[in-house]
Structure formats: structure tokens, C-alpha cells
């Protein structure tokens, strides 16, 4: 657009009218719609402007306007100028036909104008909050038995946020681009995978608790929409590995006998209730064990009687009056002790006992013994044989404290294949105590090793001396 002017109209000047000075300019014609129109070749039809102005000066101050006005359209505190169609024409070809105003609330959502904390540092605040709530993980070198459920949250959010989605802000992250994450691991199984969902669903659902999101994206994830999960036969202990265990823990670790028979005899639960565990527990008087409210998993004092008579001979043997009845240590004694007795061969075992526990854990037999050895074995165990002796699920929930009809029994913790003979031959087993147990060495560190190996040295050298003045 070309402005000329300021012109004067001499006509108007001689008939009195007091605006005679006017500007030429010429724009194009619009529909209502805002479109131009057209000619027949495609260009613009103009419509001519002349505004008056009662001075030379005022016409010439007014051409600014005018440019401005012709360049930019819009309503309200919106204009659209030149530059404002050429981003938007540019805007248009990456949409692929979403409205502009979609993109702009998805890009503001993602760049939020104060942008609150991600999901990394929300997950470092939901760790320090779980672990505040639940106490320490380690109580006297003893990992306590909520550290498990801190650990399982570490790992699976952890490895969440180690992903792409650490830098988004939560209120980003959508139902699907959960469900493709956890459904995308390698490697892994459909129990792992529903681990690692349920596991995002509380990080999320303490976020949305925090009132940082209006709802969790890990809330509509259902079941049916994860990988289906094939049951597999429940592991435990066949009557001869129960034999050779509990045999090596008396020729190797004396100090775990009762730890471990008040599980595979008297059926106590290992990981809830044996970190705390006391020996004034066992009542030897009353043939009862009693679970005070503290320790028991359901919070209440629960009462196990109709023990088999076995466990008292066991009892008997390696029980103590009172005090913890897991020992200092008890992680890598244990390990030891599965390690131990996966070896048949009892010279190569004893061999074996007398190294340090981290050199032992170190072979290549270790390691295929630990894999062996089946997930919460102990309890199973005692539940598959018990029902065998006994032919009565009935009678096992009770002594196991589960609630309700049998069911759990037979979906969680009761194997086949065992007869009624050797649920009797179970329970028939009992203690031969070794005079003298074969325990580790222990291995010197710091400035105890340097002055054992000087010590060594001085000896030497005496022994070398004396040798020479008899010579």
C-alpha cells in the first residue's frame, strides 16, 4: 500500500469547509468473512480511501496510523499482522490438521510458565517420605522387613525415572505412554511387569495426594491390559534338601538350627515376623508359640498350638531361653548355609566351610545354589508336607493363620506331589548335633591383618636366628 498526499481540495477551502486537507491510498476489498475479492485474473480488487483532515500537519501525523492499521487485523488484545500470518501459515504445515489452539494447550502443558518439579526430583522426595514413614531400613545390621518394599521402590521408579519421562513434569505423562513403558521392558516377565505397574501407581497416586495432578495416569491400567501371567508350580523343598539343610546347619551354623526350625517345622512366617522374632516366644511349657501384635502381619497377637512334636526335640536341642533368635549377620550366614548344603559331598563341603563367607559366595557353585533354592521355601515347605501327613487344609491354614477357606493354601503355598508317608517322614526328622562344628575363617582387615602378618614376620626371624647360632 502506497499513501500520497497530504493534497489540498481548494474546492472545500473556498466553500468554508474546514477539513480540506486529505491523503490517497488504496487497500483491497473484503468479504464479511475477512477474504479479499478477486477480479477475474485473480487479482485483488481495490477500494480507494481519501480522509480529510483539517491541517497539512494532522494529514501527514495521521500516515503511521494508516500503515499499521492496514497491516495488522484482529479483535480485542489480539492482532494479526504480517509476521503473525507468516508463523501461522508456517504452524499450519507441522499440524497435520490438529487446531492450533490443541497444539498450543499441549506445548503449554509441557513448558508450564511456572514449571513445577519433575518427575525425578518428585521421585527423590516420595523415597525420603517412604522411608521416613516405614523407619529405617537397618536396624543392629539387620535389614528390617519393610526395607524390602523400599528397595522394590528404588528399583522400579527408579528405573522409571532414569528414562526420558525423569525430566517431564508429571501432569505430562499420559495413560498410554505408562502403559508402553511397562509393557515395553525386555526381559521380563508378566509378574515383573505388573510389579513395575503397581509400582508406578503408588509414586503417581502420592503425587496425586500431593495435589500436584487432578488424577493418576497409572489409575486406569488394568489387568486385562498387561501381559497375561501363567501360573507356575509352586517350588519348596523335597524331603531329602529339607534333610541335608537342616544336617548342615547343625555341622555349619549351629548359631541358625532354631531360626530356621520354628519356619520349617512350627510354620512361622519368614520375612514379616522372623526379623523379630524372640526366643520367650516359644513355650515349651504349653507346647504353644505365641505372635504378639508387634511382629504378627496382621497386626494382631495370634497363637500357634497342635505343633508337631518334633519341632520341641529341635527346640530342645538349639533353643534359647530368651533373646533374638535370628543371629548377627544373618543375611550372609544364611547364604552360606543354603550353599552348603546343595553340596552332597561332605569333604568337599566341610572344605568348603572353612572359607571366609565372601570367597565362599564368590564360586561358581554358590550362585547355582542360590538359584535353586525356591522363593519363600521355607513356609511352602512346611505347608506342602503338613497337608500331606495330616490330608487337611483345614488344619494347615489354621497353624499358618490364614483367614477365610483353604484356598490360599492350595493357590499359594501347598506343592504337589508330596504322599502322606513322607509328610510323616517330615515330621520325623530329628536333631543330631555335631561336637564339633565346622565354622569359617575369619578374614583379618585394616591394621589387624598388617600386625598379624608382622607379627608373623617377627616369628620368622627369631626361629632364623636361633637356627644360625646352633649351626
Known amino acids: 500500500m502506497k499513501i500520497t498526499g497530504p493534497f489540498l481540495d481548494k474546492a472545500k477551502r473556498l466553500n468554508g469547509q474546514p477539513s480540506c486537507w486529505f491523503l490517497r491510498y488504496s487497500t483491497p476489498k473484503t468479504r464479511g468473512d475477512g477474504t479479499v475479492i478477486l477480479d477475474g485474473v485473480g487479482k485483488p480488487l481495490l477500494k480507494r480511501h481519501r480522509p480529510y483532515y483539517p491541517s497539512k500537519a494532522k494529514a501527514e501525523a495521521d500516515k503511521p496510523r494508516i500503515e499499521e492499521q492496514h497491516g495488522t487485523a484482529g479483535a480485542g488484545n489480539f492482532l494479526f499482522d504480517r509476521n503473525a500470518a507468516s508463523d501461522y501459515e508456517a504452524a499450519k504445515t507441522f499440524t497435520g490438521g490438529v487446531p492450533l489452539v490443541e497444539v498450543a494447550r499441549f506445548w ?4 508450564p510458565e511456572k514449571p513445577g518439579e519433575n518427575c525425578r526430583a518428585l521421585y527423590l522426595r516420595y523415597i525420603a517420605e517412604a522411608e521416613e514413614r516405614f523407619g529405617p531400613r537397618v536396624i543392629g545390621g539387620e535389614r528390617r522387613k519393610k526395607a524390602r518394599h523400599i528397595d522394590d521402590l528404588r528399583s522400579r521408579v527408579g528405573a522409571f525415572v532414569k528414562t526420558k519421562f525423569g525430566d517431564r513434569f508429571p501432569e505430562t505423562v499420559t495413560q498410554k505412554e505408562l502403559l508402553d513403558y511397562v509393557t515395553g521392558l525386555k526381559d521380563c516377565e508378566a509378574r515383573t511387569i505388573r ?3 503397581n509400582a508406578l501407581s503408588a509414586f503417581f497416586g502420592w503425587i496425586r495426594d500431593q495435589q500436584l495432578i487432578a488424577t493418576s495416569p497409572a489409575a486406569g491400567i488394568r489387568k486385562r491390559m498387561l501381559p497375561k501371567e501363567e501360573k507356575k508350580e509352586i517350588g519348596f523343598l523335597s524331603l531329602s534338601e529339607v534333610e541335608s539343610y537342616l544336617r548342615a546347619a547343625e555341622r555349619y551354623a549351629p548359631e541358625m538350627v532354631a531360626h530356621e526350625v520354628v519356619q520349617l517345622i512350627s510354620g512361622v512366617r519368614a ?18 508359640i505365641k505372635i504378639p501384635a508387634a511382629i504378627a502381619k496382621t497386626g494382631k497377637g495370634e497363637v500357634i498350638d497342635n505343633i508337631e512334636g518334633s519341632f520341641w526335640a529341635w527346640w ?17 550366614r544364611w547364604t552360606r548355609l543354603r550353599v552348603l548344603s546343595s553340596i552332597h559331598n561332605q569333604t568337599e563341603a566341610d572344605k568348603l566351610a ?9 564360586l561358581p557353585t554358590a550362585k547355582a545354589a542360590l538359584e535353586q533354592w525356591p522363593w519363600n521355601g521355607r513356609r511352602r515347605t512346611f505347608c506342602t508336607f503338613h ?8 488344619k494347615t491354614a489354621l497353624i499358618l493363620r490364614h483367614r477365610g477357606s483353604a484356598e490360599t493354601l492350595h493357590n499359594s503355598y501347598r506343592g504337589m506331589g508330596v504322599t502322606k508317608e513322607q509328610g510323616r517322614a517330615y515330621f520325623k526328622i530329628v536333631p543330631s548335633p555335631v561336637a564339633k562344628p565346622i565354622l569359617p575363617l575369619i578374614e583379618l582387615k585394616g591394621i589387624v591383618r598388617i600386625q598379624r602378618k608382622l607379627n608373623h614376620s617377627l616369628t620368622v626371624g627369631r626361629g632364623s636366628r636361633r637356627r644360625s647360632k646352633l649351626d
Open 316 to 332: 530342645s536341642a538349639y533353643g534359647t531361653k530368651k533373646g533374638l533368635l535370628r543371629p548377627r549377620n544373618y543375611e550372609p
Open 387 to 394: 497337608i500331606a501327613m495330616h490330608q487337611s487344609a483345614d
Open 271 to 288: 520375612d514379616d515376623e522372623m526379623g523379630s522374632f524372640r526366643a520367650e516366644f516359644v513355650l515349651p511349657q504349653t507346647k504353644e
Open 354 to 362: 572353612r572359607l571366609p563367607i565372601k570367597s565362599l559366595l564368590k
Open 108 to 111: 503449554r502443558l509441557h513448558h
Open 195 to 197: 510389579n513395575h505397574k
